[in-house]
Every structure is written in C-alpha cells, then in structure tokens.
C-alpha cells in the first residue's frame, strides 16, 4: 500500500477551507442569535399590549409595542445585511456555503411576522 504524502501546500489549502468553515458557522451563530433577539423584541411588544389591557393611556401602550415590534424588525434586517456582507466575502475566496435562499425564507417569515404584530398591535 503507497501512503500519500501531504505537501505542505495541501496542508495550507485544507487550513484555509477549515477557516472559511468556522467563518461562515459563527456567521450562522451571529445570525441566530440576532434573530432570537429580534423574537424577543416581537415578543415584548405585543406582550405590552395583549397582558396590559387595563392600563391607560392606551395610546401610550400601542406606541410602545409598535416600538418593540418595530426595533425586531430592524434588527432582523441589521442581521440579514451582516450576514450577507460576510458571505459575498467569502464567496470572493471561493467558497460556497448552503444556497442563500434559507436566509431569505428565514428573513421574509420574520419580517412578515413583525408586520402581522403590528397589525395585532393597531387592531387592539
């Protein structure tokens, strides 16, 4: 049986794709832990409104979700251009990670989330 030898480019080649490997999995780390945020922010602003129904001014409450709902909405955005700039970087060194289009799917689900929290919010 010949053994392979590993040159000491093969070795440098392996590393790099190793590196890009970790880039793009904490990239995708970054980007989940934006997006729990942005739940969170979701979360509170309609929990504002639906479990506080007796405080006034009521006015004063909606604003406030709209703000919380709002703010989920910015960042889920914040996060989807974060991580695209990363992964055109990336891709400018030759990798290709999973197709984008999760990303998007994800991205579009929350905005519409967000939208439709708006609308619970102004319908209250």
Not at 38 to 54: E, N, R, T
Request: proline share 2%; no cysteine; net charge positive.
């Amino acid at each position: 049986m010949i053994e392979k030898r590993h040159t000491t480019q093969d070795l440098a080649d392996e590393g790099v794709k190793l590196a890009l490997d970790r880039t793009r999995l904490a990239k995708e780390r970054t980007f989940a832990a934006w997006l729990r945020t942005a739940l969170s922010s979701i979360a509170v602003g309609l929990a504002v409104v639906k479990l506080l129904p007796s405080i006034e001014p009521r006015w004063l409450l909606r604003f406030m979700g709209i703000i919380f709902v709002g703010a989920g909405s910015l960042i889920v955005i914040f996060a989807f251009q974060s991580y695209q700039i990363t992964l055109r970087q990336l891709e400018q060194k030759g990798y290709k990670g999973l197709p984008t289009i999760y990303i998007y799917v994800l991205t579009t689900l929350f905005a519409l989330g967000a939208l439709l929290g708006v609308v619970l919010i102004l319908l209250d």
